[in-house]
Each structure stands twice: as C-alpha cells, then as structure tokens.
Nanobody
Framework: QVQLVESGGGLVQPGGSLRLSCAASGSIFSIRAMGWSRQASGKQRELVAAITSGGNPNYAEAVKGRFTISRDNAKNTVYLQMNSLKPEDTAVYYC????????????????WGQGTQVTVST
C-alpha cells in the first residue's frame, strides 16, 4: 500500500505565499517523477509543476516565475512553494508520484494525494 498525504493549503491574500508538502509512504521501492496538479471549481484538472528523480523541474506557463517545485528523496516528499499568489490560483491542489512498490519493482504506477484547498482572496 502506498499513500500520499498533502499539507499546507489554506486561505491567503493576493500577493501572499503558501508552501505545500506531499509525503509518500508505504511499501515504496522507487519513485520517479513527482508533481502537482490543480483543479479549480468547474474546470478541468491541470498540471502545475513536475520534477524528475534527478531534480529537473517543469512548470505550467501560468505559474512560471512564481512557483517552485522541489523534492527530498530521502523523505519521499515533494514541495510546492507558491509566491505572488493570484485569485486565479484558487483550486484544489493534488500531488502525484510515479512509484514502484516493493512487490512490483519494475512497474511504476501513478499515485495521487487526496487534495488540499488553496484559496486566494481578500
């Protein structure tokens, strides 16, 4: 069993900052890419940022220059530092990770967290 648990969401004013964390736990053999997606009310889920096991990041155009993704491989944890937040960043943020378990070491599956709400508003 593998679990991804997110934390760090909340309410923040425009221009403010939040840091999201997502820790993977369970019978983990290896983790490839980790990342964050978000889904605003009434909209489709979109990729926000991703990071390879080697630490190479990719970002959606809408967040470039404002968000920073990082990971701690020793802790199986991915972070999303969000600065200069805008009302349009309001969404439920989901982390994901491509994980091979101890039982299936050559097969990577994508696991998702339960989501954390980020609200940017005055």
């Amino acid at each position: 069993q593998v679990q991804l648990v997110e934390s760090g969401g909340g309410l923040v004013q425009p221009g403010g900052s939040l840091r999201l964390s997502c820790a993977a736990s369970g019978s983990i053999f290896s983790i490839r890419a980790m990342g964050w997606s978000r889904q605003a009310s009434g909209k489709q889920r979109e990729l926000v940022a991703a990071i390879t096991s080697g630490g190479n990041p990719n970002y959606a155009e809408a967040v470039k220059g404002r968000f920073t993704i990082s990971r701690d491989n020793a802790k199986n944890t991915v972070y999303l530092q969000m600065n200069s937040l805008k009302p349009e960043d309001t969404a439920v943020y989901y982390c994901y990770a491509q994980i091979a378990t101890m039982a299936s070491r050559s097969i990577f599956q994508t696991y998702w967290g339960q989501g954390t709400q980020v609200t940017v508003s005055t």
